[in-house]
């Protein structure tokens, strides 16, 4: 970490001058579900951790009338004069920050003139909730920086709302939260419709959380994932005619009859299905994990792939080769897409003895069966949001 704040701090006066001035540095996390997807929008579970990599944020009041955006990893800059609403900039980064400065500004907390240089060492656009990092850096240093003096969850919530409206993108709660919440090695628990959680210790003795990159674009993810929400919507609806209820996760495991029974729509049906034993597959993953108990663990990852692929439909040869192959190879415990899917990662519970031979055997077989190169990282579980002091 210290070079990377080196480097940011040399950058940062190189851009913006005075040396005498230091800026002050936050730092949010990406995530990676380990199980739960497709169900925080359903008011589900989800069982995601922060990861040791993220967005890290340097800011600085410049006494003048404008905020200034770079970053070290596109060469975009911008320039927006503080206002009380913000426009979106097409097709630029700097809507994820501009977004939550954005909701802040609407609650009466203007952010003054200032200097903003970012840094993320998430990959882009691979499912590891780059944006909710960027959000919630944003987010932190506005409110430290603005006196509004905004509760963590409402951290969250806000940036969630600049998601949805100012990107566009109608993603659940679950990614900032993860971001915000993340507590070294330690998943978190989280009741999406009550906002409840618990700190889960992540002791995976001797496997290793291994998260594979398909590396492929990202394309129709955003309208797929939109199109997955009106689904659930309308499963809703049809159960609506059997008992008055708020969103899918209020009907249980046991209740699986009734999907046959109240919804007609074969694609509906297979929606619903998918989220309602999703969330059974949660519950149950969070209680073997506190038995430690990693082999039953991995087998209700495999088993939540298979619902992802068969059911829900998010998933797509490239996530499922990697699946798939990853299963034949001997100590990987369990293994399936995380995130939106489409695109994106996997995440692997993988014996430390096997590491080395399931890294050489995907990277073969995934370029073999897809044309593409797979990455692969072994993060560690680290702690939410905050400000650094260095
Ligand atoms: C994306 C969204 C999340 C969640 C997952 C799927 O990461 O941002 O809110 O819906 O997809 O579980």
Redesign the pocket.
């Known amino acids: 970490m210290r070079n990377i704040i080196e480097r940011m701090l040399e950058s940062f006066y190189g851009k913006y001058g005075d040396r005498n001035s230091k800026p002050v540095l936050f730092f949010s996390p990406g995530r990676v579900?380990l199980i739960?997807?497709?169900?925080?929008?359903n008011g589900g579970f989800?069982f995601p951790c922060a990861l040791n990599f993220g967005t890290y944020l340097m800011i600085r009041n410049n006494g003048g009338k404008n905020i200034r955006f770079s970053t070290l990893n596109f060469t975009e800059e911008h320039s927006v004069p503080v206002k009380e609403e913000y426009k979106r900039i097409e097709r630029s980064w700097v809507n994820y920050p501009l977004g939550v400065i954005n909701e802040f500004a609407k609650l009466g907390y203007l952010l003054p003139g200032s200097d903003l240089l970012f840094y993320g060492d998430v990959p882009n656009g691979a499912?590891l909730?780059s944006?909710?990092s960027i959000e919630m850096v944003t987010a932190c240093a506005v409110n430290e920086i603005t006196g509004a003096g905004l509760a963590l969850i409402d951290l969250v919530k806000l940036s969630q709302k600049a998601?949805n409206i100012f990107v566009g993108?109608n993603?659940?709660?679950?990614?900032q939260f993860a971001s915000g919440f993340g507590k070294k090695d330690h998943a978190i628990f989280l009741n999406c419709d009550t906002l409840d959680y618990e700190n889960v210790p992540l002791i995976l003795g001797d496997y290793s959380l291994i998260i594979t990159n398909t590396n492929k674009r990202r394309g129709l993810t955003d309208s797929k994932?939109n199109e997955r929400r009106a689904e659930c919507d309308k499963a809703v609806e049809y159960l609506q005619a059997y008992r008055k209820i708020r969103n899918l996760s209020e009907t249980g495991t046991d209740e699986l009859a009734l999907l046959n029974k109240y919804i007609p729509d074969e694609i509906v049906l297979k929606r619903a299905r998918h989220v309602i034993t999703e969330n059974g597959r949660v519950l149950e993953a969070v209680k073997v994990l506190k038995e430690n108990n990693i082999a039953r663990f991995g087998e209700l990852m495999n088993q939540s792939h298979d619902s992802l692929r068969g059911d829900y439909e998010v998933t797509g040869i490239e996530l499922d080769t990697l699946v798939y192959e990853g299963r034949k190879i001997a100590g990987v415990l369990g293994t399936r897409m995380t995130?939106?899917?489409f695109g994106g990662c996997t995440v692997s519970i993988v014996h430390k003895d096997h590491v080395e031979e399931y890294i050489n055997t995907i990277t073969e077989a995934y370029t073999r069966k897809t044309g593409l190169n797979a990455d692969f990282y072994q993060p560690s579980v680290g702690n939410g949001s905050g400000r650094i002091e260095f």
Request: proline share 0%; aromatic share 8%; hydrophobic share 25%.
């Open positions: 579900n739960g997807e497709h169900t925080d929008y989800v499912g909730s944006s909710a998601e993108m993603c659940g709660i679950m990614d994932y995130g939106a899917g």
